[in-house]
């Protein structure tokens, strides 16, 4: 079941292609509202609950993108993003005593919105984004027995090593697909190996780490998990394809 999370656009000009804003609940994103000026930003907040705020970084009104920034972060207790065409180097020290939770320059991508959305909601609250790589912090992701407690918005799950199919990396993200669906993380795929058992859990190229118990099958050098097919790097194709009884 999806877990849709809400957002809130606030724009004068559209700052996000609406062939993006359509795609977003692929994702499990719902666009609630988009808002011309600070003002009816903040009546709707007011009456309606979101998850998010998106900010047209540059308004020129009476209550600009900054001062409505300042007003979630201290008040309201939202994250926000800040979206612009461009940084311009001058708003530099507004932008980090507004602390963003992300900065989108736009275009941006459908998957470079939704990492930003996802890891934004996940860490909203901890006040340590940048620190996040630390995996030791058992407020980020605990260890207990035969699982992994993964954090999803405001809670943590526990999802048993036997749910997890695979880890992927995606730039400076890592997706941890499960059976409860995707957890993402800010920090590299080799700050999980330690997590798991190593007697289940194998890295078998630089962007996947697979449960060997999850393999479905296989065609040439990749096998397919969850119907994902996972290309096995040249230096582990013998230990897992050994692993893999033909008739």
Same mark, same amino acid.
């Not at 620190?131 to 630390?134: A, I, M």
């Given at each position: 079941m999806i877990s849709w999370s809400k957002i809130l656009i606030v724009e004068i000009e559209q700052i996000i292609e609406e062939e993006i804003l359509c795609r977003l609940f692929e +994702?499990?994103? /719902?666009? !609630? #509202?988009?808002v011309f000026n600070s003002g009816d930003a903040l009546v709707y907040l007011q /009456?309606? &609950? !979101?998850d998010i705020v998106l900010i047209e970084m540059d308004m020129d009104e009476e209550i600009a993108g900054y001062e409505l920034a300042e007003i979630l972060k201290n008040k309201i207790k939202k994250p926000f993003i800040f979206v612009s065409p461009t940084i311009i180097q001058t708003n530099m020290e507004r932008i980090k005593k507004a602390y963003p939770s992300a900065i989108l320059i736009s275009p941006s991508s459908l998957q470079q919105i939704h990492l930003s959305i996802t890891i934004a909601i996940n860490n909203f609250g901890t006040h340590d984004l940048p620190? @996040? =790589? =630390?995996m030791k912090e058992s407020s980020k992701l605990d260890l207990l027995n035969n699982c992994l407690f993964l954090k999803k918005k405001c809670h943590f799950e526990r999802v048993n090593f036997s749910n997890i199919f695979w880890l992927k990396a995606e730039n400076n993200y890592t997706v941890i697909h499960t059976? #409860?669906? &995707?957890?993402?993380y800010s920090t590299v795929l080799k700050n999980f190996t330690e997590k798991l058992p190593i007697e289940q859990f194998v890295r078998v190229h630089r962007s996947y780490i697979i449960n060997l118990s999850k393999i479905e099958g296989f065609e040439g050098k990749m096998v397919i998990i969850d119907d994902e097919r996972i290309p096995i790097a040249k230096n582990?194709? #013998? #230990?897992? +394809? &050994? @692993?893999l009884h033909t008739v």
């Open positions: +994702f499990g994103h /719902e666009i !609630v #509202k988009t /009456e309606n &609950d !979101v620190k @996040l =790589s =630390s059976i #409860k669906g &995707d957890f993402i582990c194709q #013998k #230990k897992i +394809f &050994d @692993l």
